[in-house]
């Protein structure tokens, strides 16, 4: 709470369950309250996101564990909380045009980012400019996240000291605190022992030591990753890669939409998500619809028909949903296709961030978990390119 009231920018980085929302909740309430009338925004990269974090999980625990007595009223219907000093808690995300254009078209006390790592650079940037509090009120920046790998933006901001263009940040701001969960008095034992000490090494060093990864042995390499605008009018082909997950522990669905034009290859679009095959399977369709794509290509090594029905089985069965067999390691699959993006020939739309970690911090060790957004982007290109 000091480093937060002492600098305009602030992140707490660490471990899973480490008290980091709650802290950063508990800012933006005491905010709420101190300065009558005013607006504050939490803001994540999906608007989905931001519902099952923050609305519907952690809102509600910080009101029983602050005695707040259901002192900020949910107004459901535009998203955010209305305070008993006519102050304002705005909910919202960043990845729709329309969603975005209403929450950054105020103007925000505080801006808080949870799980701010997925949010692209660009996307963060121009939301911290809504930070522009009335007379009086110091504004602040506030943000939290699991640290990814050391050639993300959050790394070089805050640890190198520099932004992405190379330009130094403020020596007075941008302070950063790791948090991790043995800090945490409040935090069963169990959940360490049973649940992150159980993780993959890579996983282990960030979710539970809340550690920066490393991009050692990896198929792919930062520099190989473009970007180009294109309108996916001028493709001739998209497609909708998904991943179902095998695991018990509760991996994201990889889900990741891609096109191709006589010449190269697009990412277009990470709907990833964890969810039920209900949830996934209309998100896929979504990012069909929304795409306009030709086909959905699915792994069927977890599931099987399953996948298919899944998808198939809401009143669109004019889906076309090709299953694939992971009868490859995802070494062997993934290698003509790093071998793309080393030659040039695949370019992202936008700066896609869980995606681009994942495919620049996986070494292909079998202790290391699945990364289901490669995966989604490698059955997507693999269809592409044949």
């Known amino acids: 709470m000091e480093l937060i009231a002492d600098n305009f920018t602030s992140s707490l980085e660490g471990g899973s369950r480490s008290g980091k929302t709650l802290i950063n909740l508990k800012a933006i309430i005491i905010r709420a309250l101190k300065y009558p009338g005013s607006k504050h925004l939490i803001a994540m990269f ?10 519907y999980e952690s809102m509600p625990k910080i009101d029983e564990l602050l005695g707040l007595h259901g002192a900020f009223k949910p107004n459901k219907s535009d998203w955010y909380y209305a305070g ?43 939301a911290r400019t809504r930070c522009n509090p009335p007379p009086g009120v110091p504004g602040k920046v506030l943000m939290d996240h699991n640290p990814p790998g050391m050639g993300h933006w959050l790394y070089k901001m805050f640890h190198e000291r520099k ?7 403020p020596k007075n701001d941008f302070a ?12 069963s034992p169990d959940y360490i022992e049973k649940n992150l000490m159980t993780l993959s090494a890579a996983k282990r060093k960030r979710f539970l030591l809340g550690q920066y990864g490393t991009e050692e042995g990896a198929l792919w390499k930062r520099s190989w990753i473009k970007y180009k605008k294109v309108l996916p009018d001028n493709l001739q082909r998209i497609v909708v890669g998904v991943d179902p997950s095998g695991s018990t522990k509760g991996d994201e ?34 990012g069909y619809e929304n795409f306009t794509g030709d086909c959905i290509v699915a792994e069927k090594n977890y599931g099987g028909d399953m996948v298919e029905s899944t998808i198939t089985d809401m009143g669109r069965r004019n889906v076309k949903v090709i299953l694939v067999n992971a009868s490859r390691g995802k070494i062997v699959r993934a290698e003509p296709i790093s071998a793309m993006y080393e030659r040039g020939q695949v370019f992202h739309t ?12 996986y070494a292909g060790t079998e202790q290391e978990d699945s990364p289901n957004r490669m995966d989604a982007l490698v059955w997507a290109l693999t269809e592409l390119s044949e």
């Open 84 to 126: 008993p000093r006519g102050s304002q808690i705005w909910v919202g995300g960043l990845d729709d045009k329309e969603r975005a254009d209403k929450i950054l078209g105020q103007e925000y006390a505080t801006i808080y980012f949870p799980e701010v790592s997925r949010i692209p650079f660009s996307s963060y940037e121009i």
């Open 253 to 286: 669905i990889g889900i990741v939409i891609a096109g191709r034009d006589d010449k190269n290859y697009y990412v277009l679009a990470d709907y990833t998500m964890h969810g039920t095959p209900k949830e996934w399977g209309d998100e896929a369709l979504r």
């Open 163 to 169: 932004l992405p263009d190379g330009s130094p940040v």
């Open 350 to 361: 936008e700066e896609f961030v869980e995606l681009e970690d994942e495919l620049c911090t």
């Open 46 to 55: 999906r608007f989905s996101d931001v519902k099952r974090a923050i609305w």
């Open 176 to 187: 950063v605190l790791q948090m991790n969960p043995t800090d945490n008095p409040n935090l």
